[in-house]
Structure formats: C-alpha cells, structure tokens
C-alpha cells in the first residue's frame, strides 16, 4: 500500500475507441496539467504499444523526468477487453487483460483507484466481482456529473446504466451514496436529492418509486420527486432513479444535443447573411459549448463498491480522458468509501 | 351520428392553463386556416365564458358565418376539472364538466373526436372509463410526434406517460398501435419501429424488453433496440416504450432545451461582437426554433380506446392548440382504429 499521502491511479490504457492513442498522451496531460502533488500512475497494457504512445505523445524529457520520479510506472497485460466481450466471459476468461489487472491494483491495494475506457459491461461486472460491494449496500450505481443552467453548477445523476431492475431498497441506497459523493466531489455540504418521477406529486409514478420516496422521508437532503425537464434546472444536487431510465435520459440528452447542433448548423449555413452572423457568433457559440462540453463531465464512478471504479466514455478523447482521472483523483483523495459507510 | 364525410371535433374549451382565451381563438383559427371541408367543432364549456371569447377574439362577420353554417356549436358544461383534480373523483363526482362532455360526444357518436389541454391523468381515466378499451388491447398509451435531425420529419413515440408499469404484452400492442398510426397520420407504409432500450444488442435491457422483442420479431416492421440517443435521429418511425421511460425521455428533453436555450441567451449577451453576431443570426435562429418548435408537434393520441381522443399540452397557446385539433381531424379522417383493428 502507498503512502497515505500518495494517490495512485490504475489506468487501462488498452481500453475506448482509440486505445493507447487516446490514454496515454491523456495520462501525461493529467500528470502535467494538473497541481496535485504526490499523484502516480499505473500504464496498465501491452508494454510495446505502450510504449510507443509514450514516444509519440510525450516529449522526451519531460517522459525521462516522470519515470526517474516513478510518477509512471508502465505493468504488462497480456490480454485486452474487446468493446463487445460478454461481461460474464471476461470475469472467466480475461484474467490476464489490462481492465482486470487495473481492477486487481485496487483490491489488491496497490493503487486507490483504476480508470477505463472499456467495455461498460465488463467493467462494471469485473468491478462487482473483484471489488465487493460494501456493507449494506446491494447493487453498485453508475453515478455521474451534468451541466445546468446554473453556470460552473453541476449535478450528479444516479444510476445511468449499471441496475435494469431495481427496488426500492436500492434506490433508497442510491440516495446515500448519491449524496456522500455530491458532499466529497460538489463540495455540497446539504445536498438536494430527489427521485426522478413523471410528477412531482406524491401520488405519481411506479410503485418503486413511491415506496423509495416513503424509505426517504426521514432524510433531510430528501426533497421528493422531480420530472425530466428539471434535470438540468440545478435545483436538485442529486438526482436518483433506476439505471433503465437514467440510461435513457442520459442518451437521449446526448441524442438531442447531438440533433440541435446539426440543426442549427444547417440553418446557419443557408443564408449569406447568416454565415456572415455567424462567424461574429463564434465566440459566444464557442463559449456556449464549452459549458456544455461533456469531456468536463467525463468519468462516472461505480458507486457502492469497496474500492474506487471509474467508467471513462467509450468514445473519449484525450480531454475527455484526462478529466475522468481527474475524478478517480478527487473520489481517492476525498475518502469517498468511507463517506458512504458514514451514511448507510 | 354525422354524415360519414362530416367530421365533428368536440373540444374541451375549459381546459389548459389559458381555458377559453386559448382554445376559443384557436378553434376559431383552426376553421379559417385549415383547407379541410366539412368539418365542424363543438365548443363545450361555460357557455357564458364561451360566449365571452367568441366576441372578443373572433370577427363578428366570421363569427355569424361559422355560426349560420352550423361550423360552430356552443354546448353547455356546468363543471370544469381543475388541473389538481383526482382523476378516480373526476370519473365519479364530475360528470357535467367540460371535459367529460367532450369524451361522452365521442362515445355517443356526436363527435368523432375530442381534444383537451386539460388535467392529463383525468382525462386519461375518463377517456379510459368512458369510450373502453379496443379488443385486444389492454391498456391505452399515449403517442405523440417528435421532430428530427431530418428536415420535415417526426418520428412518433409511445407511451408518453399513460402506463407507469408494463409487460411485454403491453409493449407489443403500443408496437403494433404505433405501426397504425404512423401509417395513418405519417403516411409511412412501413414505418420502422424499434424498442427503447439500454443498448442495441439483443442481450441488454430489463425482461419487460427483451421478452417484447422475442413476441415482436416475427413484426417485419420491428427492427430492434435503439438507445436514447437514436430517438431523435430520425431513423426509426416508431419508438415503443413504457409510460414511465418515455415521459421521463421526453420531460428531459424539454428540459433540456430549455436550459440550452438559456445559456445560449446568456453567451450572446455577453459581448458588443456576440450581440451583433445575434442580431445577424435571427433569421437563422429564427428557422432553427420553428423547426423545433414544440408546438407543431403537439397534440398526442390516447391509442387503443374505442374512440379518438386528443391530449393537447396544458401549456399549450392559441398556434399549438390549433395543431392539437388538427391531429384529432387527421386521426378521425384516416380511421384509424379500424386501422388499428386491423392490426391486432
């Protein structure tokens, strides 16, 4: 075990659409750009391929100073997760590939949390099974970040994708967790939490949801239902539902922000005097998407396990990338398992 | 009954949140902008209120014709359901209200449709209640249009919001109601329809989809899963889901919108160049909002009762109530629950 001052972060470098392309040079950023002091990592792939990244991406020097201060240190994995590997035969036959060896680092101690890219399915199945769950705590929940009107506000949404199925007991759990994370990474003392629901009176929604809401209503952050179009409002801290519907809202927001930009660009495109408008709109559209970037919002966390777990987007960049260590960072430097042990 | 060419809409003018001075001048609207012959609406509500409207949105000419040509007929209702009212109390304690009038006129063959802004639930209950389910079909969803990527294109949704608990069975009756009435009202001979889901493999999802996939695969319509973010693509015509997922999808994109639609105000404000590049890009922006412009699209179906019935956005204004009759007129035109008969 490291130092206690001393975070190390496990990276599958094998894993998303880009591989070592993408994770390393994302790696090197993180260790450049960011202030933290005394943060390592683990380059956890096919050491060759590693290695080249590491020649392409990274100035020399720079590469030479980070090894002679063992900020990098590079772990061979023979086999690699594919995107469309079944989760169950990756826990079986996959022992050896870089996801799993990253995920063993946690358990094993040997680093306070491990980054991947890969296949969702797998991560979150080797996680489970590798990690455990913690006390009292039956399902892990996908919890991530979203932009709000509220500018440099974000809220946390819980579970995007890891449970089809739950009861009330897990989003009851979800709640805890969900509310742990927004105290240790929004730095939100009182977070508001309320369940998803299609209305906001009591009386509305399934009966999960309504049972959910009765386990809650001793807790003080719990402030009752919300509809979809208050998801991005800011009110709410976090944001609680199964992982079907908060699957869904997410990928529909993609979905429609994806739509509306190519809408808007189309438009823009038609009219002379509307190209002319806008290149003097550049600046404020460029503005308008960095707030909504979703690379900043990069990095869910596996919420729920005795051991910190990020999902990085498939399809991340080397920003998007760099962001989500960014997150495996502040999960592992903020003692978030302890904080949701607090809570159940 | 009318005349099999004659198409009589009753609408319940006491709905919504702006009751008559909304829907009275929209109905009024509706005759003078539509091409459509031999069509005739029912104004029921307080007569006197209804009366009110008339004289000050309508031209007294106008007026006196639609008046001579049978074009309008004002009928009385003593109650009006209030926007919080319990729909089981609706059923049993407000029989005279506006709302039930309307719903009883399709049921008695007065009417071949009716349309509300009113509360949601009650009129689903009394929709339900009142004109009975289609054989075969056991529970009624709720279909509306959203637009797409492509220009001039909806696809169409269900259910929106009537069913917060499915089986498989439900969903493979929305699947074929979808089908009929994206030929009806899209005029889409083989319209794709696709289930919402988690992912696009047939592996992911909860049971409830992934046992409607195995009754609907025989459907040479149905093409599979798509995820959220494919809703608004374009590519598939139909997209089934459960009440709760597709009002959760739905509110979240309103939502959304929104929220973009605001920070984009914000970033254009923000310098003497922005607000110029605005101005110049009006139009643009202009033609981007119509295309989205949620009001086109509204108007949603309550399919699977033996009558058509028509669920206007309670906040709807004069132009998009307007669009919700005209949908009652398209869906009693098309005949669409013999088409959807023919279906099932």
């Known amino acids: 075990m490291n130092s206690q001052n001393i975070i190390t972060i496990a990276i599958d470098c094998m894993g998303g659409d880009f591989g070592t392309s993408m994770t390393v040079p994302a790696a090197i950023n993180f260790l450049q750009n960011s202030q933290h002091q005394n943060v390592n990592l683990l380059l956890i792939g096919q050491e060759n391929v590693i290695n080249e990244s590491l020649q392409k ?141 299609i209305g906001s009176e009591e009386i509305k929604g399934n009966n999960v949801v309504k049972n959910a809401a009765k386990l809650l209503k001793d807790d003080p952050n719990f402030v009752g239902n919300i509809e979809g179009d208050a998801i991005y409002h800011g009110e709410i801290d976090v944001i609680v539902c199964d992982g079907f519907v908060g699957n869904v809202a997410l990928k529909t927001s993609e979905g429609l922000v994806q739509t509306l930009a190519a809408a808007l660009k189309q438009e823009y495109k038609r009219t002379l005097i509307s190209k002319f408008g806008a290149a003097l709109s550049l600046p404020a559209l460029k503005r308008f998407k960095n707030r909504f970037d979703h690379r900043r919002y990069n990095g869910a966390i596996l919420l729920g396990l005795q051991g910190i777990s990020i999902k990085s987007h498939g399809s991340a960049d080397v920003v998007a990338f760099e962001h989500a260590i960014e997150h495996a960072y502040i999960a592992a430097k903020n003692d978030i398992l302890q904080k949701i042990q607090n809570l159940i």
């Open 57 to 197: 991406f990274c100035d020399k020097n720079i590469l030479q100073k980070f090894l002679d201060e063992n900020l990098i240190k590079i772990i061979h994995a023979e086999q690699v997760v594919a995107m469309d590997d079944s989760p169950t035969l990756c826990i079986r036959n996959k022992k050896n590939s870089s996801m799993r060896i990253a995920i063993n680092a946690v358990k094993d101690k040997i680093a306070n949390a491990c980054v991947s890219a890969g296949n969702t399915g797998a991560l979150m199945a080797t996680s489970h099974f590798v990690l455990k769950m913690l006390p009292n705590i039956e399902r892990p929940a996908i919890c991530g970040a979203i932009p709000t009107t509220v500018p440099d506000k974000c809220s946390f949404m819980l579970d995007l994708g890891a449970n089809v199925d739950c009861n009330e007991h897990h989003l009851y759990q979800f709640a805890k967790m969900g509310t742990a994370w927004a105290r240790a990474v929004g730095q939100i003392e009182n977070p508001k939490v309320a369940l998803l629901n």
